[in-house]
């Protein structure tokens, strides 16, 4: 490794790799960051909210297979990620509820990333866009950089006493879902930047790097089935968060999950159903009170059913549950069924009994006419498994002990935080990639390299 090699190298310009590469600039440091897309940002650019557990024990309350380590680090070094972005001119409103446990600030994400970007070339640091990681560089078992081609093909090798891995994921590649997520997964719609294709997870691998954790799910949300989600605009305005005070029933007509405990953790359960797909059903009180209403306070709601109808989602709006028996046979749903289970459910819970499924958080009945039915399917935003990190973002070895010198992740490219549970993206994203950055900084450099 010469002399000129720089303090961090970033792959992945979203939440992480920016909060990363713009926290060791500001310090001093020496970066060059490595962007696949024509344009930095990532997912980071549709999402709002810094938000997470307020404290350690409820984060493990709602997560209790992730790592501790990681939780602890998330929480610890969530005040600081807040007022490192506060500390660059943006603004962080103040907290609100987020998911009913969570607390979190509506941030405008797009001004933070653009101010990070320029904090870097400001201080005479690189960042290359369009550029693509074909392999990283080791030495004596340290990673030392990175080879990249620049977009007009030719190859860039980066030297780097620390190489931060922040691609975002997985979820971009058909064939990586199939094989973490379910089978079924492969088919489903992609509700994110769709450059984050595994590459991050690809190179750390190669370099012997841990993955986890087995199992450990997706944060995504219902979707109406068989919309196109190719404009962004249709990630937020059509996601069906709504469900957590719907029945939702599968192709056999019957409910499976606890609809009530969030929509992502339903999204999740409905990938495993025959087909990954399942109808929705609403009633007038559930449309006037959630699904044209607000889902976060600060968002203006929006009559989300009415957008998937225009937009060609399968749905209807039935005078009566009668109506559901000439549920037409190609939506390939038994109508009768389902409108069988309304009226059981509505019965059950009207006579203050509990139904199996349980519903922990909202038990009333959907009894006012008319209904709103919708055929909805999982879409996936990103992926918790990943290169298992410590609480510094080490990236850690599948075999052996410690961690691989030289090597971090953050962002969604890390795992072990999650399993089969969310408390936000942005937030491990912005303190693991901060946490990168202190490592990159305070970390063991090579004797070589001098600082
Ligand atoms: C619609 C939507 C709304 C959301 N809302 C919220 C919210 O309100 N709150 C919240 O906490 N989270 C939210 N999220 C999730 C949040 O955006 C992500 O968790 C967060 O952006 C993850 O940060 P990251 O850096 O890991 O990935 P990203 O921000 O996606 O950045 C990854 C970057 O890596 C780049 N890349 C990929 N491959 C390569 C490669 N080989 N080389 C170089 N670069 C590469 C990508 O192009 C991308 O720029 C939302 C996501 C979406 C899509």
């Known amino acids: 490794m010469g002399a000129d090699a720089v303090d961090l190298l970033v792959i992945g310009g979203g939440m992480a790799g920016l909060s990363a590469a713009a926290r060791v600039a500001a310090e001093g440091g020496s970066v060059v960051l490595v962007e696949k897309a024509e344009r930095t940002g990532g997912s980071a650019r549709f999402a709002g909210f810094v938000w997470s557990a307020p404290t350690v024990e409820e984060l493990r309350r709602v997560n209790p297979d992730g790592e501790p380590e990681l939780a602890a680090a998330l929480i610890d ?4 990620g807040v007022e490192w972005i506060r500390s660059l001119g943006v603004e962080c409103r103040p907290p609100v509820p ?3 446990f969570g607390r979190g600030h509506q941030v405008d994400t797009n001004h933070y990333l653009d101010t990070c970007e320029r904090l870097i070339r400001d201080r005479g640091q690189e960042v290359l866009t369009g550029t693509w990681t074909r392999t990283l560089l080791t030495e004596d078992g340290r990673v030392t950089g990175a080879e990249c081609l620049l977009p007009d093909g030719s190859p860039r090798r980066i030297e780097a006493a620390w190489t931060l891995l922040a691609t975002g994921g997985f979820q971009g590649d058909p064939r990586l879902r199939a094989e973490h997520l379910h089978p079924q997964a492969e088919h489903v719609g992609l509700r994110a930047n769709p450059h984050s294709r595994g590459d991050g997870l690809a190179l750390g691998r190669a370099a012997g790097g841990a993955f986890g954790k087995k199992d450990a799910g997706f944060y995504g949300h219902l979707m109406p089935a068989g919309v196109s989600l190719a404009d962004p605009a249709r990630f937020v305005d059509l996601a069906l968060y709504y469900s957590e005070h719907a029945l939702l029933f599968d192709t056999t007509g019957e409910r499976f999950v606890d609809e009530t405990v969030g929509d992502h953790l339903t999204t999740m359960a409905l990938l495993e159903r025959p087909g990954a797909r399942g109808l929705l059903v609403a009633d007038a009180r559930v449309h006037r009170e959630w699904i044209s209403a607000s889902y976060v306070e600060g968002i203006p709601g929006v009559d989300k059913f009415q957008l998937c109808h225009r937009a060609g989602a399968r749905s209807a709006v039935a005078d009566s549950l009668a109506d559901f028996e000439s549920m037409p046979e190609e939506w390939g749903f038994p109508g ?17 009994g509990t139904t199996e499924p349980g519903r922990l958080l909202d038990s009333r009945p959907l009894d006012e006419p008319p209904f709103y039915v919708i055929e909805t399917a999982p879409a996936v935003t990103f992926t918790f498994g990943g290169l298992l990190i410590d609480a510094g973002a080490h990236v850690v070895p599948a075999e052996g002990r410690g961690t691989i010198p030289g090597l971090l992740a953050a962002g969604a490219d890390a795992g072990g935080l999650y399993r089969r549970a969310y408390a936000g993206g942005l937030a491990p994203a912005l303190v693991f990639g901060l946490a990168a950055a202190r490592t990159a900084l305070t970390g063991t450099r090579p004797a070589a390299l001098g600082r």
């Open 336 to 352: 009768a069924t389902i409108r069988d289970r309304i009226e059981e459910f509505n019965a059950t819970v009207g006579a203050g």
């Open 98 to 100: 987020v998911l009913g």
């Open 77 to 80: 070094g969530f005040a600081e």
